[in-house]
């Protein structure tokens, strides 16, 4: 009869053990998780564009408290009754009692942000064994940018042979001849009934050129000029830039090689590069 004894001991003390790390383990602090993005990083969208946010919140010891404050909005979804609150985080009922739900921060986003700026939720989830977790989603709102004013790019190759017309020249109503047979030094002019505005720029201002009022601002500011003059043998023309306004648009280009050739013809002067408009 010893050994049924000892044998119910041993019994008994392992289901008490088995108990007692069973209550340990349910006892998890409630996880928040990020979906599909880092939980620690600036999310950005445009205003009133932005796209889904979703946290998963996960508790074993159930839900007891999910507060929310953003600003002056306070609002906990396990206990408020009122409904409204539950749309603008993407969920159908109050997060009582549950051991998870997914909770989605866009129409709150693009209901409650109408301004660009910074923005901050701080974010609390309590269970009913007392324990807790928080996080912070930081959301940085910012003007769509408007694209019909953004520069845009293409590729030119203008070229003379001898005195005949510059080919692809009428686009940008320029023209030019050459004043120099050695380093084969061009002037470029306007073209006749061509461009209404001629004027030089730098290799910097051609970089920095972003948007087409600022496109519009510089040719505005800069000196109409009768003429450019520069060298295209050897590659000299590379980092040229010439702004032209014809038939009320504004181009600027930047030549990034040229390239001369001896024929019976004349001359053969060739520019490629780059243009903005």
Not at 4 to 23: E, M, P, Q, R
Not at 118 to 138: C, H, M, P, R, W
Request: with cysteine.
């Amino acid at each position: 009869m010893k050994w049924i004894k000892n044998y119910i001991v041993v019994f008994l003390s392992s289901t008490f053990l088995l108990a007692c790390g069973d209550s340990t383990s349910e006892k998890v602090s409630p996880q928040i998780t990020a979906q599909g993005f880092t939980i620690n990083d600036i999310q950005e969208g445009d205003v009133g564009h932005f796209r889904n946010l979703k946290l998963r919140i996960e508790s074993a010891g159930r839900i007891k408290k999910l507060y929310i404050k953003e600003r002056s909005y306070e609002v906990d979804l396990a206990t408020t009754p009122d409904r409204s609150h539950y749309a603008l985080f993407g969920i159908e009922k109050k997060a009582l009692i549950r051991t998870d739900v997914t909770l989605d921060f866009q129409s709150y986003i693009n209901k409650k942000f109408t301004e660009p700026g910074q923005y901050i939720f701080n974010i609390e989830v309590a269970d009913k064994n007392g324990l807790s977790s928080k996080a912070t989603l930081n959301i940085h709102i910012i003007k769509p940018i408007d694209k019909s004013s953004q520069i845009e790019k293409g590729i030119f190759k203008l070229q003379r042979q001898g005195k005949s017309t510059v080919s692809n020249g009428d686009t940008f109503g320029i023209t030019w001849k050459t004043i120099d047979k050695i380093k084969v030094t061009v002037s470029v002019t306007k073209k006749d009934n061509g461009a209404s505005k001629l004027a030089r720029f730098s290799a910097v201002d051609y970089e920095q050129l972003k948007s087409k009022k600022v496109l519009s601002e510089k040719m505005s500011a800069a000196e109409d000029v009768n003429e450019i003059i520069f060298d295209t043998a050897n590659n000299s023309a590379a980092e040229q830039v010439l702004g032209v306004s014809m038939l009320g648009k504004h181009y600027m280009l930047k030549t990034e090689q040229s390239n001369t050739i001896l024929a019976q013809v004349g001359t053969i002067v060739t520019l490629n590069g780059e243009y903005k408009y």
